[in-house]
């Protein structure tokens, strides 16, 4: 396979991904929401060959790999591998999303890579919607990748390895609370301990409730929220990896949050109340209970991102 000529390359994309929260209790693989909490990533690259270099600052900065092995390198190889494009590269990356707390950040992470890779070529090999079918094969379920990119509160499902999805309303005034434990909880771990099977009984309660957290947002009647957030497929098995997860998701509600869950596959627990002064109440609340429990925690709180993600690309 021959390199890609260089006069038919862009010189730099820029992209800006918002955090995204996935299940809000009931929704498993399916319910995901963005939040105004960013990924930055610019991309360059030289007609010289050579190694990719990678600059972050902010989450992860001591922690993440840097070169090949990081997972916005790794995914902008799936669209153009170092055969294709052995030329330099260079990724910087100002990361504000927590990494391994249910956040989605693995989610920004691949799509930065592979739509950074896609706009590269103008997107003439790969177009911006098979660019997030292919995110969404990467990660496995699209509840993710799907409101990063589209933006706002979303369902969505594979169909035959593509992502069909739909944008749902919910109230304007609405504030997110993110309670974000010092622990980490890796998303594979909190996948692997989920049984196969589970009782019809479960089944019902969570579909049911799926449904009325979907038309409470819709209609916003929000005072359903805390019944319609209750959760018996995912988070009962996930309890013994979450530390402080009960006592956090009690004194949000005790403090007036309309309902509350955990955060994707956590350990991040998210809490609905109105924006404004009674998002950092229910944070301060959520905070003091993991505390209790023994665990350090900061809480963040946040609004619902309606853009999706940003794409910047120079000549």
Same mark, same amino acid.
């Given at each position: 396979m021959s390199a890609l000529s260089i006069d038919k390359l862009r010189s730099c994309v820029r992209l800006r991904v918002p955090a995204s929260t996935s299940n809000l209790g009931p929704g498993f693989d399916t319910l995901g929401l963005a939040l105004r909490l960013y990924n930055e990533v610019e991309c360059s690259w030289f007609p010289e060959s050579g190694d990719v270099l990678t600059e972050i600052e902010g989450e992860g900065f001591a922690r993440l790999p840097r070169g090949e092995k990081n997972l916005v390198v790794q995914a902008f190889r799936q669209v153009l591998p170092r055969k294709r494009f052995p030329y330099a590269l260079r990724f910087k990356m100002k990361n504000r999303i927590p990494i391994g707390k249910g956040l989605g950040a693995s989610a920004a992470a691949r799509l930065s890579g592979v739509l950074a890779?896609?706009?590269?070529?103008?997107?003439?090999?790969?177009?911006?919607?098979?660019?997030?079918?292919?995110?969404?094969?990467?990660?496995?379920? #699209?509840?993710?990748?799907? #409101?990063?990119?589209?933006?706002?509160?979303?369902?969505?499902?594979?169909?035959?390895?593509r992502p069909q999805w739909l944008r749902l309303r919910i109230p304007k005034d609405i504030g997110v609370v993110v309670c974000v434990p010092e622990?980490?909880?890796?998303?594979?771990?909190?996948?692997?301990?989920?049984?196969?099977?589970? #009782?019809?009984?479960?089944?019902?309660h969570?579909?049911?409730?799926?449904?009325?957290?979907?038309?409470?947002?819709?209609?916003?009647?929000?005072?359903?929220?805390?019944?319609?957030?209750?959760?018996?497929?995912?988070?009962?098995?996930?309890?013994?990896?979450?530390?402080?997860?009960?006592?956090?998701l009690t004194a949000s509600l005790r403090a007036g949050a309309f309902g509350a869950a955990l955060s994707g596959a956590g350990p991040a627990v998210l809490a609905f109340t109105l924006r404004g002064p009674k998002q950092a109440k229910v944070g301060r609340e959520m905070q003091k209970a993991y505390f209790r429990a023994g665990v350090e925690s900061r809480y963040l709180a946040l609004d619902v991102d309606t853009h999706g993600t940003r794409i910047e690309i120079e000549p």
């Open positions: 890779a896609a706009a590269l070529r103008d997107f003439r090999e790969l177009s911006i919607h098979d660019a997030l079918a292919r995110v969404c094969a990467m990660e496995g379920h #699209p509840d993710n990748a799907v #409101p990063a990119f589209h933006g706002g509160f979303c369902a969505a499902m594979l169909d035959k390895g622990y980490d909880v890796p998303t594979d771990k909190a996948r692997s301990i989920l049984p196969a099977h589970v #009782p019809l009984a479960d089944a019902v969570n579909t049911s409730r799926l449904a009325m957290l979907i038309a409470s947002m819709e209609r916003g009647e929000l005072s359903y929220l805390r019944e319609a957030m209750h959760d018996v497929l995912h988070q009962p098995y996930r309890r013994p990896l979450m530390r402080g997860m009960d006592a956090a």
